[in-house]
C-alpha cells in the first residue's frame, strides 16, 4: 500500500512539475511573443521582457525579434526614365511593428523578406522609371563634372537627387507594409553602377571633362604668368629709368664739377691750363707705336718741339 501511495504521489509530483513548466515560459530580451490557442491568437503581443504564464499544453507561444533586422534586395538592372540602364542594389532596415499582426498575415521572417522583396523592388523599379539617370546618381555632395557630366545644364538640373529618391521609396513603401505588422525603418542604395556600355560613355565624359578643366587650368596659370611677367618688365624699366636718370644726374653735376675746376685752373695759370689740355690731346691721340704728322707751326708742335 505504502509503495502505490509513494508511486502515486511521485507520478503526482511529476505531472504537477510537466504542468508547471509547460504552464510558465521566459521571454528574452529583444524578442516579443504572441500566444495561440489551437492555431488562434490570445490576447495582445507580449513584448516585456521576463517571466509569463500560459495555458498549459492548449496554449503554444511564437517568439520574434523585436530588434531592427536586415532586408537586402538582388542587384537588378533597372532602365531610368531617359532609356539608360542603371544597377542598383539597394538595402532596407525593418522591425517586427505588431507581432500579433505579423503573425497572421506573415507567420514567419522568412516569408517577410519575400514580400518585401515584392513591395521594395516593385517601387524602386516604378520610381526609377519615372526618373531620368542623373536623379539617381546624383546626390547634393558633390558637382555633376566630377562624374563626367560637365557643368550642370537646363537637361541636367535635378528636381530631387538620389538621397531624396530613398526618402520616396521608403514613403511608398511604409504605405504597405503596416498590413502586414511590418515597419520600415528605411531604405538605402547600397550601391549604384552603371551597366557596362554606359560606363565607357561616361568614363569617356569624365576624361574630357578633366582636359577641359587642366586646360583652363592652364590658361589661368599662362594668364597670371604674362601678368606678372608684365609687372615685372614694368618694374624693371622704371628701375632702370630711375638709374639712368640718376646716372645722367650725377654725370651732370660731376661735369660741372670739372668745369668749374678747368675754369679755376685757367684763370690761375692759363698757360698751365692749355700745357695740361694738351696733353690730354696728346694722350687721346696718339697710342703705342703710333706715327703723327704734324706742321712745325701746329699747335699741336707748341710743346713737342721744346722737349731735348
Known amino acids: 500500500m505504502n509503495t502505490i501511495l509513494r508511486g502515486v504521489l511521485i507520478a503526482a509530483v511529476v505531472a504537477a512539475g510537466v504542468v508547471l513548466a509547460n504552464a510558465f515560459f521566459v521571454l528574452p530580451e529583444g524578442k516579443q511573443a504572441v500566444i495561440t490557442q489551437f492555431g488562434r491568437p490570445v490576447g495582445k503581443p ?8 500560459k495555458t498549459p499544453f492548449i496554449q503554444e507561444v511564437t517568439f520574434f525579434d523585436k530588434m531592427i533586422l536586415i532586408w537586402d534586395g538582388d542587384p537588378n538592372q533597372i532602365p531610368t526614365n531617359d532609356k539608360t540602364f542603371v544597377y542598383l542594389d539597394i538595402t532596407a532596415r525593418w522591425r517586427i511593428s505588431n ?21 521594395i523592388d516593385g517601387t524602386v523599379r516604378d520610381l526609377v522609371n519615372k526618373n531620368d ?10 558637382k555633376p563634372e566630377e562624374m563626367g557630366f560637365g557643368p550642370a545644364g537646363k537637361d541636367e538640373q535635378i528636381r530631387y537627387g538620389r538621397d531624396k529618391i530613398s526618402a520616396l521609396i521608403h514613403a511608398a513603401a511604409s504605405k504597405v507594409t503596416p498590413q502586414y505588422g511590418i515597419e520600415l525603418v528605411d531604405v538605402m542604395f547600397k550601391r549604384v553602377n552603371y551597366i557596362e556600355t554606359v560606363q565607357q560613355r561616361v568614363y569617356e565624359r569624365m576624361i574630357s571633362e578633366r582636359k577641359r578643366i587642366a586646360a583652363e587650368k592652364r590658361s589661368t596659370g599662362e594668364g597670371q604668368k604674362s601678368e606678372i611677367l608684365g609687372k615685372l618688365e614694368r618694374e624693371l624699366r622704371e628701375v632702370s629709368s630711375k638709374a639712368v636718370r640718376e646716372t645722367q644726374e650725377i654725370k651732370g653735376r660731376a661735369d660741372g664739377e670739372a668745369a668749374r675746376i678747368y675754369a679755376a685752373a685757367y684763370n690761375q695759370d692759363p698757360e698751365f691750363y692749355a700745357f695740361s689740355k694738351t696733353l690730354d690731346a696728346y694722350r687721346h691721340t696718339m697710342g703705342e707705336n703710333t706715327r703723327l704728322v704734324i706742321s712745325p707751326d701746329s699747335p699741336f708742335y707748341r710743346y713737342l718741339k721744346t722737349v731735348k
Do not use: C, H, P, Y
Open 133 to 142: 539617370l542623373v536623379e539617381i546618381i546624383r546626390s547634393s555632395d558633390w
Open 99 to 119: 507581432a500579433l499582426v505579423f503573425l497572421q498575415a506573415v507567420n514567419n521572417e522568412n516569408r517577410a523578406m519575400t514580400i518585401l522583396d515584392d513591395i
Open 46 to 53: 507580449i513584448t516585456q521582457a521576463g517571466l509569463k504564464f
